[in-house]
T-cell receptor
Framework: GAVVSQHPSWVICKSGTSVKIECRSLDFQATTMFWYRQFPKQSLMLMATSNEGSKATYEQGVEKDKFLINHASLTLSTLTVTSAHPEDSSFYIC???????????????FGPGTRLTVL | AQKVTQAQTEISVVEKEDVTLDCVYETRDTTYYLFWYKQPPSGELVFLIRRNSFDEQNEISGRYSWNFQKSTSSFNFTITASQVVDSAVYFCALSAVIQGAQKLVFGQGTRLTINP
């Protein structure tokens, strides 16, 4: 099946620094990637959707300048949390949708998540 | 509205009991997909099932079974003979078109604890 990886799996940083999280589709072409945020004991909330080669579409209430998303290739999307603050501490999960061996799939395949702690 | 409601926030049962997790959805789409995911303490989402809106057949996979009822907009999940390893948060999700894009809408999740 389709495999999505994320790196790093966890990161601790100081307030004010920027953190980059990578999301890779290992064995399929991810035409669309999604970024979610999950606070403790809450559900997944979609932050943004990105199509390869295009600008990301952000959900209402998500700051574009704070959460920079790049989807430059069919296998890689990055989320950069700029000037991170303690309230940005969360579990960030990416997912990918695309085609595998020439077959398009409507479902999303999820990465293992990245736990960000901002001190 | 495109919405998923999991009314049970937490459920706690003793091992070997059967347990049903409820999921009710709202959608204006005529074609849609419903999903169940398991999220163990590690955090990684584990895909359990996908159901097409045109397929109302119930599904069984080992100790897991799913009951899809379009008439009541429900997609309930039952675990029979529960085991401690089933302890996790379970999410029901709806694939729907929102503002012209296909997106997943998640329910609030049900935290299931299986006690030995």
């Amino acid at each position: 099946g389709a495999v999505v990886s994320q790196h790093p799996s966890w990161v601790i940083c100081k307030s004010g620094t920027s953190v980059k999280i990578e999301c890779r589709s290992l064995d399929f072409q991810a035409t669309t990637m999604f970024w979610y945020r999950q606070f403790p004991k809450q559900s997944l909330m979609l932050m943004a959707t990105s199509n390869e080669g295009s600008k990301a579409t952000y959900e209402q209430g998500v700051e574009k300048d704070k959460f920079l998303i790049n989807h430059a290739s069919l296998t890689l999307s990055t989320l950069t949390v700029t000037s991170a603050h303690p309230e940005d501490s969360s579990f960030y999960i990416c997912s990918a949708r695309g085609s595998l061996r020439g077959i398009s799939y409507n479902e999303q395949f999820f990465g293992p998540g990245t736990r960000l702690t901002v001190l | 509205a495109q919405k998923v409601t999991q009314a049970q926030t937490e459920i706690s049962v003793v091992e070997k009991e059967d347990v049903t997790l409820d999921c009710v959805y709202e959608t204006r789409d005529t074609t849609y997909y419903l999903f169940w995911y398991k999220q163990p303490p590690s955090g990684e989402l584990v895909f359990l099932i996908r159901r097409n809106s045109f397929d109302e057949q119930n599904e069984i996979s080992g100790r897991y079974s799913w009951n899809f009822q379009k008439s009541t907009s429900s997609f309930n999940f039952t675990i029979t003979a529960s085991q401690v390893v089933d302890s996790a948060v379970y999410f029901c999700a709806l694939s729907a078109v929102i503002q012209g894009a296909q997106k997943l809408v998640f329910g609030q999740g049900t935290r299931l604890t299986i006690n030995p």
